[in-house]
T-cell receptor
Framework: DQQVKQNSPSLSVQEGRISILNCDYT??????FLWYKKYPAEGPTFLIS?????DKNEDGRFTVFLNKSAKHLSLHIVPSQPGDSAVYFC???????????FGTGTRLTIIP | EAGVVQSPRYKIIEKKQPVAFWCNPI?????LYWYLQNLGQGPELLIR????????DSQLPKDRFSAERLKGVDSTLKIQPAELGDSAVYLC?????????FGPGTRLLVL
């Protein structure tokens, strides 16, 4: 049972435009969500997170939106840069339990 | 601040051989995790330590996998004997709060 789903395996975006990566989850008890970025041959790098008490969190070019009623979160990258080309994983955890449940990842390619 | 360190970065062994991976977490991080990542999948938790204590090892295949975290700092994950299906990336992560920071991983190939 895949509790965290990233239904788009890949996404290509023109440099300078907005990249939108989506993530859906099925467990309504998840209360903390994170996005990680992964380059080849490296471990996942923490990007941004959001608590379930919020619906938006911004950090520079990165914004995460959370829609609890739809059990959906998205990561917006504006403007997209070539260095953003990587695999992006969303992850979720339950309150008081530090176990992260990951999605399968979306490969983002920024076209110069 | 130094990140999570893992070694070796790559390992090739024959099936039925033993193998061990080492992890040094970020200084001051009491919580340490071992994850398994198969190709095309997200990381899956194998075991979580709070200091020296393994507080969640429910996903660790205990017939062949073992782990230890002596003195609550470095950790070792062992597989004995290795099987073909163990070929994957083994990731170590550490945290002091809700955010986990990952090492570069050890890529294991079992022939």
């Amino acid at each position: 049972d895949q509790q965290v789903k990233q239904n788009s395996p890949s996404l290509s975006v023109q440099e300078g435009r907005i990249s939108i990566l989506n993530c859906d989850y099925t467990n309504s008890m998840f209360d903390y969500f994170l996005w990680y970025k992964k380059y080849p041959a490296e471990g996942p790098t923490f990007l941004i997170s959001i608590s379930s008490i919020k619906d938006k969190n911004e950090d520079g070019r990165f914004t995460v939106f959370l829609n609890k009623s739809a059990k959906h979160l998205s990561l917006h990258i504006v403007p997209s840069q070539p260095g953003d080309s990587a695999v992006y994983f969303c992850a979720a955890s339950l309150f008081g339990n530090e176990k992260l449940t990951f999605g399968t990842g979306t490969r983002l390619t920024i076209i110069p | 601040e130094a990140g999570v360190v893992q070694s070796p970065r790559y390992k090739i062994i024959e099936k039925k051989q033993p193998v061990a991976f080492w992890c040094n977490p970020i200084s001051g991080h009491n919580t340490l995790y071992w994850y398994l990542q198969n190709l095309g999948q997200g990381p899956e938790l194998l075991i979580r330590y709070e200091n020296e204590e393994a507080v969640d090892d429910s996903q660790l295949p205990k017939d062949r996998f073992s782990a230890e975290r002596l003195k609550g700092v470095d950790s070792t994950l062992k597989i004995q004997p290795a099987e073909l299906g163990d070929s994957a990336v083994y990731l170590c992560a550490s945290s002091r709060g809700e955010t986990q920071y990952f090492g570069p991983g050890t890529r294991l190939l079992v022939l």
